[in-house]
């Protein structure tokens, strides 16, 4: 019996170390209004469509570390302090792999948006308006954590 709960054990361990761990943020100005970015028709996952700010976490890196990191190559925005508002593990679309989303919030930011090579817009969305968006699945559910 303690070999098998062992052997459980260390199967459970590397199921975790396998998931890839993303962070996601919800940047709101002073109108109440978030941040969401059109990813570039290049890119590799939902080329085309709106997304909250963030992206995958380095081997190394908090989610917190990650998500400021992110936000910084995407957006050139400098973060003040943030909230944790949920983890969730998802299914990888197209994928077999399981990813844990790190989704953060803060009205906390200075600096002017300035686009990376990854995306090709920004707009600043109130929550009735972002139906209007061709948006990543689960943008709408992740803004109103």
Known sequence: MKRLLENWHH??????????KLAKIAIFDSQNKTLILKRGEDTSWMP?????????????????????RETKEETNLDLGSVGLISV???QMEGKDDLADI???????FTGDVTL???NDDFAW?????????????????????
């Open 11 to 20: 199967f459970i361990n590397e199921q975790e170390e396998e998931k890839t």
């Open 48 to 68: 085309g469509k709106w997304s909250l700010v963030g992206g995958h976490v380095e081997e190394g890196e908090t989610a917190e570390e990650g998500m400021r």
């Open 88 to 90: 969730e593990t998802i």
């Open 102 to 108: 790190h989704f953060y919030a803060t009205r906390e």
């Open 116 to 118: 990376d090579y990854e």
């Open 125 to 145: 969305v109130a929550m009735e308006e972002i139906e209007q968006y061709d948006s990543v699945p689960g943008l709408k559910g992740s803004l109103q954590k």
